[in-house]
């Protein structure tokens, strides 16, 4: 895979590209894993061995203390509040769930609560919790007040999702031994524990499940300060030194979000080392991600492509998902879930009745004439 691919592959709103999603266990100092490496255990990085530097990164990157975390202020004073009170009671904190878009701060919550509460995490994917003896050596290896972490738990299947409910609202499994006439039923007491849970979509949890967290927080996009911030504060972890012009180039290019941020940065590093010296300013930082097709507003080569389509033949639209998708050579699905979001939310797109529109910011962004 080129270089530059793996840096334009994170895009959050592509799915299953969330590299450091798959090392959740992040070099996390009191991050623990049950023995034997349970199936739940997230895969290894698929791109092979030049994912591994990346993932290592993405571990010295992320925040290790809540206070380290840049934006979210209100969810942070929230989740203070409820450790404050869970401490000074002696109890675990209620159960959370987090949900939101990719590459905003999950994994990342999930990682600094237990820190903040000086206990133990394990981390647990619900893609790999198939059966529920998958679940069973992260419920039998809780110790107190430790946490449990569930990344995707709407993957979680409806068989094991039952087992999570008495273990989360009476700290007790159920397991059937046997079957048929010998069956017989084990009740296991599990040390009171908090379960984290992150989605990227809530709307596919059963209400049961939805029900049985006491804290539900939606994380929400973040400002262009915000991203400035992070890139300043990781600039500084990377030893490399940026102005605040190119931090706030690096910003209005990452959709609002952290993960996209810290990936252009790492981008302008490379560029910047191989190309100037090392030296990192607004115009070095254009250079670098005009180069992997990164433009102004942070669309990629695929979004213009989308958009150069449903301007060029379909005259602007009104256009149909499918005809653009043949045309593009690509499919539907892709093209809802992967390009159309960002481009809904930058407003250079309208979804109306009769198809897909393309806004008069986007001829704008385009420098195309408006048709009549
Ligand atoms: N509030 C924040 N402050 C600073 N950096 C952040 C913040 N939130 C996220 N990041 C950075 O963005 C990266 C991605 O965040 P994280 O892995 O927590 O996202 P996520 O919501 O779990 O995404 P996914 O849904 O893909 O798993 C982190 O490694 C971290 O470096
Ligand atoms: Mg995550």
Known sequence: MAREAIYQQSD???RGNALDSQNPSGGETN?????????GAPP?????????PRAE?????????????????????????AIDAAQSRGEPLGHILFDGPPGLGKTTFATVIPAEMNTTVQMANGAGLRAPKDLLPYLTNVSEGS???IDEIHRVPKAVE?????????????????DGVNARTLNLELKPFTLIGATTRAGMLSAPLRDRFQIREHLGWYTREELSEIVHRNAKKLSIKVDDPSAAVIAARSRSTPRLANNRLLWVRDYAQSKAGGKVDQEITRAALDMIGIDALG?????RNYLDTLMRVFLGGPAGLDAIAHTMNVSGDTLEDEVEPFLLRSELLVRTRRGRLATPGAYEHMRRPMPD
């Open 31 to 39: 991050a623990k894993r049950p023995p034997g490496k349970p199936p």
């Open 57 to 81: 990164v993405d571990v010295k990157l992320r925040p290790r203390r809540m206070d380290e975390m840049v934006g979210q202020r209100d969810v942070i004073e929230r989740l203070k509040i």
């Open 44 to 52: 290894a990085t698929a791109s092979g061995d030049e994912s591994r």
């Open 162 to 178: 039952e087992y999570l409910y008495t273990a989360m609202e009476d700290y007790r499994i159920d397991v059937v031994l046997g």
């Open 299 to 303: 669309l990629d080569k695929q979004d």
């Open 147 to 149: 946490v449990l972490f």
């Open 12 to 14: 959050p709103e592509r």
